[in-house]
């Protein structure tokens, strides 16, 4: 019997490395006890490490993200089940993504799963301010999640707070950003961060994106289950929030004509203060872009979603517009069609924090139908009042390629999106020698009836975005 013991920190690296060298050296899955950390060991185990390896172990590129994902579950078979299927799986006794194998399936929610924590880690974790060390602001937070998510969920962190210091405390493990530099060590002292006025800006924030005549309880529940909301400053006003929803609700219907929604109003008399941007700068035409009235999309949106990325992207990607989710959080491609984007740009070799995203339109064009809102196609008039934006935007980022997603983003750029299913997968090269790869828009995918259809077309749409890494790397 062989006995793995993994770390606590880079669990799924060692893991990585540890069944590679076992599966090479040909030592079955019932041989191997796997652990994390200090639990007890068995006595018979063997921690001698196995023979030296001899031939090459080949996942599916796929295989390999599931497993990650997968590792980072709570589960405490994981690894020896991971480690059993990827001996299957080499010696082709499994199929990958056949759904006909329950352990198989198995994997394949577990992954989900652990992509919905990650998820709910970014969008619950509330950072509080603390004394600085040095001449960076910084922030503590305390959270809680149900699987260890803790080091697959940092870099979103490290990206969306770059310019100062923070440190995050689970119960397991603490991870801190400092001078720009991620790490992570075990959690010593469990003591939740003290409160103070950040809790307010929460508040405040929470109640102004709280929209009484979208009142969904239940989908409410599901989006911030129950067990996130002791450490969230916010929780405590949703109860009175959903009491106070149908009244609000008629005022807003109302005052809906002549007002702009209550919910700009809350984030805009919620935005700090801050230091005007340097002139010039990306930043100085996002704030810009936040107060465009140059069609009438501002007045029913709640706020501009402007482009994203570094100044210096070689790689634009242009959608149609922002959706529902894109207009509450105010960063493009975030809601489901931005989930196929960043899955398939990552299996296409694309990393999202190295493109500039962003759309041809920048306000949420919708319907309101009950308490949903119903996306509409912007007309050409608000296409070609946003192109004013989209060319600044180029302007700024000069990317040496464009990848046009939908017959929106086409047309804005090339003056005409017809024929985008016979154009998708050409070349096509603006006025100004930019070569822009056509492809089809994500939520086209996501519309298609049949799962067999949108794996097929996902399929072609990750070989369009390969392609245009290709014409990246060639292009000069
Ligand atoms: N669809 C788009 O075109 N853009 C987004 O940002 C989100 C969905």
């Known amino acids: 019997m062989h006995e793995v013991?993994?770390?606590?920190?880079?669990?799924?690296?060692?893991?990585?490395?540890?069944?590679?060298?076992?599966?090479?050296?040909?030592?079955?899955?019932?041989?191997?006890?796997w652990r994390v950390g200090e639990a007890e060991a068995d006595l018979f185990a063997e921690r001698a490490p196995p023979a030296a390896a001899t031939r090459q172990i080949r996942l599916p590129r796929e295989a390999v993200a599931t497993f990650e994902a997968a590792l980072c579950h709570a589960d405490p078979e994981r690894f020896a089940r991971a480690y059993a299927m990827l001996l299957r799986l080499d010696a082709g006794e499994l199929r990958w993504g056949d759904?006909?194998?329950?352990?198989?399936?198995?994997?394949?929610?577990?992954?989900?799963?652990?992509?919905?924590?990650?998820?709910?880690?970014?969008?619950?974790?509330?950072?509080?301010?603390?004394?600085?060390?040095?001449?960076?602001?910084?922030?503590?937070?305390?959270?809680?999640?149900?699987h260890p998510v803790e080091e697959a969920a940092a870099p979103f962190f490290a990206r969306r707070f770059g310019d100062m210091d923070w440190v995050i405390v689970t119960p397991e493990v603490t991870t801190r950003f400092v001078d720009g530099t991620l790490s992570f060590t075990e959690t010593v002292s469990r003591e939740r961060p003290p409160p103070d006025a950040t809790e307010d800006l929460w508040r405040t924030y929470y109640a102004g994106i709280f929209n009484p005549a979208r009142l969904?309880?239940?989908?409410?529940?599901?989006?911030?289950?129950?067990?996130?909301?002791?450490?969230?400053?916010?929780?405590a006003l949703i109860p009175a929030l959903i009491r106070g929803a149908e009244q609000r609700a008629r005022d807003m219907q109302a005052a809906a004509p002549t007002e702009p929604p209550a919910r700009r109003a809350?984030?805009?008399?919620q935005r700090q203060p801050s230091a005007p941007p340097p002139p010039g700068s990306l930043d100085e035409l996002r704030a810009q872009a936040a107060e465009c009235r140059r069609c009438n999309l501002w007045s029913a949106a709640t706020q501009v979603v402007f482009g994203e990325g570094p100044a210096s992207a070689a790689l634009m990607v242009v959608g149609e517009q922002p959706g529902d989710r894109e207009d509450l959080v105010g960063r493009p491609f975030v809601g489901p069609a931005g989930q196929v984007f960043d899955e398939e740009a990552g299996k296409a070799g694309l990393d999202r924090r190295t493109l500039f995203v962003t759309n041809a339109v920048k306000h949420f064009k919708f319907t309101p139908r009950g308490k949903r809102r119903i996306h509409q196609k912007?007309?050409?008039?608000?296409?070609?009042?946003?192109?004013?934006?989209?060319?600044?935007?180029?302007?700024?980022?000069?990317p040496k390629v464009i990848v046009a997603m939908g017959a929106t983003?086409?047309?804005?750029?090339?003056?005409?999106?017809?024929?985008?299913?016979?154009r998708r997968g050409q070349v096509e090269t603006l006025p100004d020698g930019t070569p822009v790869l056509v492809t089809v828009h994500p939520s086209?995918?996501?519309?298609?009836?049949?799962?067999?259809?949108?794996?097929?077309?996902?399929?072609?749409?990750?070989?369009?975005?390969?392609?245009?890494?290709?014409?990246?790397?060639?292009?000069?």
């Not at 770390?7 to 590679?20: C, F, H």
């Not at 809350?266 to 008399?269: F, G, K, L, N, S």
């Not at 983003?409 to 016979?422: H, K, V």
């Not at 794996?455 to 290709?470: I, S």
Request: a positive charge; one cysteine or more; hydrophobic letters at 45%.
């Open 409 to 422: 983003a086409l047309a804005s750029l090339t003056g005409s999106g017809a024929g985008l299913l016979r």
């Open 99 to 146: 759904r006909t194998d329950p352990p198989m399936r198995r994997l394949l929610a577990q992954e989900k799963t652990v992509h919905r924590e990650i998820h709910k880690m970014h969008a619950f974790v509330r950072f509080r301010e603390v004394p600085p060390d040095g001449p960076r602001r910084a922030f503590a937070a305390w959270f809680e999640p149900d």
């Open 5 to 33: 013991v993994l770390p606590r920190i880079g669990t799924v690296p060692a893991w990585r490395r540890e069944a590679r060298a076992l599966a090479q050296a040909g030592v079955p899955a019932a041989e191997v006890l």
């Open 266 to 269: 809350a984030i805009e008399r």
């Open 444 to 476: 086209y995918i996501l519309r298609l009836p049949d799962e067999a259809a949108r794996e097929a077309e996902r399929a072609r749409f990750r070989d369009d975005l390969r392609a245009a890494r290709y014409l990246l790397e060639t292009h000069r």
């Open 378 to 398: 912007p007309d050409a008039g608000e296409m070609t009042a946003c192109r004013w934006w989209l060319d600044l935007e180029r302007e700024m980022v000069r």
């Open 216 to 235: 969904m309880p239940k989908a409410m529940q599901a989006e911030m289950p129950k067990r996130y909301w002791k450490n969230l400053p916010e929780a």
